[in-house]
């Protein structure tokens, strides 16, 4: 089977003139279905840039992306937001959450950009929120009153939600003591057990052991790729 | 994004921030009360001139002397302005020549005083209207008690006065029947006969504000000449009345030797063209006054702007997370849209209310009599949209132009 994302010779170069280095300088990456992806890199290493183009929000200067089938590389504004919209979720490490709104509305936000028919949101939402386990109790309280850790995972229900192709999260755990970032990760653990595919973008090496395969990025190439060993306990070594 | 999405989306955002909202719309809401309260007060003046000069009926014709009482209104002003000619003394003679002409029906002469009218206890500074024969038909007036000054009063310039029913109010007291009470005017007493039924009163002349009594009576004690102030014509149509108006100027220039036809001494002018000359001086009227509140109007629709700007700024992480879930940027450009038409619409609304129950108030106080009318409801609530249009744009493009990774990045 075709593998569900998958980049070529990806280039970005930021047109300013201080820097002529190119963010990312030809990255070449194929996740599988139901894969649990870490990308791994130092700041500046380009896996914001890396992040942001297969999230659909940025478009590579050259190289090619191609999205559960759809080459992505060629879409206009319009077009990437259905992309968006419809077969990617995103997970921020500052959660973004709207505050004053319910943890159900939060969860059923993207539903008003895919026409899902309103009747359908309320459940949807539901399975959403116990895909990643939060507690009913917590469902009909406004987002800003919960934990860290309860609202990283309504951010978690709200990218299932639209039963995306991938989820992408940007630095999940970045904001949150370590014994929630564990429970955080053994979310994306479950829901990858459940089939979904995950890229996860951490400089966090523990973080990371927790994938399936790590790939290693730095000054805009990858230079290595690696199948983690049984995820036995990682060091908490941090890399800057 | 559904419209039921759409407007959810707004009613959340709006009532999110309940204070400011409710300033933002405060600020709609005096612009617009105050155009329609301004628009009202012009409408109803003009309703209330035009009633009250039309219902001496569309075949009406006024000869009135020198530059005549409405010889300020347009065209009149060149052709009667007495500052030039000397003025003609309009007399008897005048009414038998007019009387005369083709076309005509009937004809009435009259002259007006002011004095001070006095009843037991009250004295009052009136228009005192010296009636001639035939008075109450030409001008269309009709009593509602007792009877107008009749034919026999004039031949024998009877001591008889018939009041408006504002001057009764004024003699009397609200509500009281003055008939055969009497009333002195310049030192002579007057028996009153009849109470004329109310024309319509007009800010500007009270018709209803005045005291008859025969034409010859006035002449004799008031006047003390047998000089006419206006003689009013009644054509026998209203086609006729241009054609009526043109044999009158004629006549009356050969019949006073009147040397320079630009400066007639007299004027004639047909009812029908007062009526327009005054529409269009309280049309005008109206018009500034809707400027000035339009101006207030105007600081409304940048409060809009201002508002929805701030809340783009604020929030700007939302949008890029509204964008990174898969809003489109024209998902982004109407909801801010509809929010800023949303304030402005809700604002119409209560300055509409508002503005038509100041104009209620007026009304009750009897000063003017404001006129809401649906067309000037309708021009608010268009304005309104077109406020929220206008100044929502803008932000809402802002909005929808912000780059998702730059938004979502914002502190």
Known sequence: MAPILEVKDLVKIYSTAADEAPALGGVSLAVERGEFVAIMGPSGSGKSTLMNILGCLDTPTTGTYTLDGVDVSELDDEQLAEIRATRIGFVFQSFNLLPRATVLRNVELPMIYTKVPLARREDKAISALQAVGLDERHWTHRSNELSGGQMQRVAIARALVNDPAIILADEPTGNLDTRTGEIILATFRMLQEQGRTIVLITHEHSVAAHADRTVHLLDGLIVSSEAAAEHDAPSAEVVL | ?411
């Open chain 2, 1 to 411: 994004m559904s419209l039921y999405d759409l407007f959810h989306e707004t009613f959340l955002s709006v009532t999110n921030n309940k204070v400011r909202s409710a300033l933002t719309i405060l600020g709609i809401v005096v612009g617009i009360s105050a155009v329609i309260l301004m628009v009202s007060i012009g409408q109803g003046a003009q309703a209330s001139i035009t009633s009250s000069i039309s219902s001496a009926g569309a075949n009406l014709l006024t000869v009135s002397s020198g530059g005549g009482r409405f010889g300020g209104f347009g065209g009149g002003g060149a052709r009667g302005g007495g500052g030039g000619g000397s003025a003609v003394t309009l007399t008897q003679a005048d009414v038998t020549l007019i009387e005369s002409l083709p076309g005509v029906a009937s004809v009435s002469e009259s002259n007006q005083s002011q004095s001070a009218v006095a009843a037991p206890g009250v004295s009052v500074n009136l228009r005192v209207i010296g009636a001639g024969y035939n008075y109450d038909s030409v001008n269309g007036i009709t009593t509602t008690g007792g009877s107008f000054i009749g034919t026999e009063d004039n031949r024998s310039s009877a001591k008889v006065c018939v009041l408006g029913p504002t001057a009764v109010t004024d003699l009397f007291g609200t509500g009281a029947d003055p008939i055969g009470q009497e009333v002195r005017i310049g030192g002579v007493t007057y028996t009153v006969v009849g109470i004329t039924k109310s024309q319509g009163g007009s800010s500007f002349l009270n018709a209803d504000e005045v005291v008859y009594i025969p034409l010859t009576t006035l002449q004799r004690y008031m006047t003390g000449n047998t000089n006419l102030d206006s003689i009013t014509v009644q054509a026998a149509t209203a086609g006729d009345v241009t054609n009526v108006t043109n044999e009158i100027t004629t006549a009356m220039l050969s019949a006073h030797n009147v040397k320079d036809p630009t400066q007639p001494g007299f004027n004639v002018q047909s009812q029908s063209a007062i009526l327009s000359t005054a529409s269009t001086i309280t049309g005008t009227f109206t018009l500034l006054l809707a400027s000035i509140a339009g101006i207030s109007l105007l600081v409304g629709g940048i409060g809009i702007m201002n508002m929805m700007l701030t809340t783009v700024t604020e929030r700007t992480r939302e949008i890029g997370l509204r964008k990174a879930i898969g809003a489109r940027p024209r998902d982004i450009t109407s909801q801010f849209l509809t929010e800023a038409v949303t304030l402005c619409l809700t604002g119409g609304v209560i300055g509409i209310l508002l503005g038509a129950g100041g104009a209620e108030i007026i009304k009750a106080t009897g000063l003017m009599s404001p006129l809401v009318t649906m067309q000037s409801v309708l021009l608010a609530v268009g304005v309104c949209a077109g406020i929220g249009i206008v100044f929502g744009y803008y932000p809402a493009r802002r909005a929808s132009k912000l780059d998702p990774i730059e938004a979502l990045r914002y502190q």
